[in-house]
C-alpha cells in the first residue's frame, strides 16, 4: 500500500507538473498569438482603428496620428568616429559667423574647439556640436521656471520681449524648424529632416526672455525619441534631440546636436506589429488595476542600448506611449513617462524623464 501509494503521489506530481507546464506553454502561445503582423504601410494605415476601443487598464486619446513614411527599418548604428571635425568645425563656423575669424583652441581624439571673439564651437567626430554666442549656454534652472509649449498641441501665439523687440513662440518655432532643415542638415548626418517638438519662453533678466526650440531627428521619414537617458549604466533608450534658442527675433545664441551617431547597416523590416494587437498585448502585460491615461501615441525610432559599455546600439521602431508628465528639468523641456512597445519583437518597457530611470 505504502509502495502504491508513493507510486500514486508520484504519478499524480509528474502530471500536476506536465500540466502546468503545458499550460504554461498553452498561455504563452496565446500571449505570443495576440501579436499579429502585417506590412509596414497596412499597419500605419490601420493605425487609427484603435480610437474609440476600450481597454481594461489604459484609455487612448481621442485622435491619433503617426508621423511616419511608408517604410522602416532595424538600423545598426555605433558611435564610431565617422567626420572630419575640423572641416566640420569651419563649415559651421562659416555658416553661423561669416567674416569672422575662427580659431582652434583645442583639438583632442574626439573634439575640436574653435572661437572666435564673438563665439565658440565645440564640434565632435560622432557629428554631436554645439555653438554658443559668447559662449553662453541655457541660464542653469531658468527653463524649469519657463513657460512650457508642446507643438501640435498648445496655442504658439504668446508673445515675449527678447533684446527689446516681441518675438512669438511660433515665429521662433517656425524659424528654427527652416533654418535646420535649410542651413543645418550637412550637418545632421542620418537626417530626411527635424521638426519641431517643444518650446519654452524664460526670463533672463527684469525685461527680456530667451526661446528655446526643442526638435526631433527624423530618419528617413520617422521620427527619432527624444525620451530616455544615455547616463545610466542600465541605459535602453538614448536620447537624440536638436536644440535652438533665441536670445533675439531671429537671433540665435545656442545651437545643440544631441547624442548622434553612426548608422553602420539598415535592414528594411518588411512586417512589423500591428498597433491594435500591440495594445492587446500589453493590456495582458500590465499590472490589474494598472490606471494609464494615455496623452500621446506615436510610432518612433528609439536608440535601444543592451549595454551602455558597448558602443553599438540599434534604432528599432516602436510604439510610443505617453502616460504621464513628469516635473520638467533643465535637459528636456518635454519631460514623459513613455510606454515603449517594440514593433519588431513586442518587447515592453516603461521609462521616466524626469527621475531618468526605468518603471518597468
Known sequence: MNKKGKLIIAISAAAVTAAAAVTAVITLNRE?????????????????????????NFTLPDTLSIDASGKLYNIKADLSRNCDKREKLTELAQLMLPEQELSVTEEGADCIIGKTDNATIWYYDDS?????????TVPEGQLKDGKKYIVG????????????EEYSVREAVEYAEDFANEKLMPFLVNDSGVKAEAACAFKVDEENYWIYVQLRHYIDGCPVSTSGTALLDEAFMR???????????????HIENNYYSNIIEKTEAERII???SALRYLEKQLAPGSSYIVSELSLCYCARVEDIGNDSFEYRPMWCLTVGRSTPDNTNIHPREIIYIDALDGKICCFDDAEMTFIF
Open 32 to 56: 505570443e498569438k495576440i501579436l499579429k503582423y502585417d506590412t509596414v504601410s497596412q499597419v500605419i494605415g490601420n493605425a487609427g482603428n484603435v480610437i474609440g476601443t476600450e481597454y481594461e
Open 128 to 136: 554631436t556640436f554645439s555653438y554658443a554666442r559668447k559662449e553662453h
Open 153 to 164: 498641441k498648445d496655442s504658439l501665439d504668446d508673445r515675449f520681449v527678447l533684446n527689446g
Open 239 to 253: 536620447p537624440q534631440q536638436l536644440i535652438i534658442t533665441f536670445d533675439g527675433k531671429n537671433e540665435i545664441c
Open 274 to 276: 500591428t498597433l491594435e
